[in-house]
């Protein structure tokens, strides 16, 4: 097995049950993905749309490929037929077009609503506050081409261990928000949460889906 293919089925081995994992193959070519492929992955990250879109067209077919960039809503159309969850659902406007998009061409597209909870780094997704308006907006029970999954976050880019685990925390804690305005329904099972620096910690709060690139495919060449 290549070091992609070892590497790949060593994270795998050690997740907790019901921790799933997102190979994040962003800026990697198609050869990397095939390796994971070989070793028995099928679900893959990316984070542009035209990039996410060329390599679902070029690569097998059972493939999962998620989305988890921010996703401009012009690139719905183009993508939607290619995705199977879209983590970086950021606003109301963008969870509509995505769910007509869907509806239009006969497709249940998977969705997480973004969090920001980290001071820095992104300025995409629902801050907690947000959150909790729009988990009371009426919109909310008229949509039918997406199902509502659950949420995705990261933590601050800090050292500080503590500070990291309170944002994980409070990631999970919208998610349980989520989950009860849903009436519990089963299909909301999915917390986003955890890169390869620091998805231990993101476990131990609480994910149930990790997103990892560097340590399985190495630095990216930007
Ligand atoms: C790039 C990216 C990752 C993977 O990060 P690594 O540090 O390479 O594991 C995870 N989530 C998102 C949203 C990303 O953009």
């Known amino acids: 097995m290549t070091g992609i293919g070892q590497r790949i089925s060593h994270i795998k081995a050690t997740l907790p049950d019901g921790v799933t994992l997102v190979a994040v193959s962003k800026f990697h070519p198609a050869e990397a993905i095939m390796e994971a492929y070989d070793a028995g992955h099928r679900v893959f990250g990316e984070s542009r749309a035209n990039e996410l879109i060329t390599k679902a067209k070029t690569l097998p077919g059972d493939i999962e490929w998620h989305f988890i960039g921010h996703l401009q809503t012009n690139k719905v159309r183009s993508i939607i037929p290619h995705v199977k969850c879209i983590h970086s659902i950021d606003s109301m406007r963008l969870l509509k077009l995505v769910d007509s998009e869907s509806t239009r061409i ?53 050292e500080d261990a503590d500070r990291i685990k309170d944002d994980f925390k409070a990631i999970r804690a ?49």
């Open 106 to 158: 006969g497709q249940c597209t998977d969705i997480l609503l973004q969090l920001h909870v980290a001071r820095e780094e992104t300025k995409f997704g629902f801050s907690p506050e947000e959150f909790d308006l729009l988990l009371e907006s009426r919109d909310f029970d008229n949509l039918a081409g997406v199902r509502i999954r659950g949420v995705m976050g990261m933590a601050s880019n800090v």
């Open 174 to 222: 919208c998610f349980d928000r989520l989950k009860k305005r849903l009436a519990d329904n089963a299909a909301c099972d999915t917390v986003s949460m955890g890169m390869s620096h620091d998805y231990h910690a993101a476990i131990d709060c609480g994910s149930t889906m990790v997103r990892i690139g560097t340590t399985i495919f190495g630095e990216r060449e930007y």
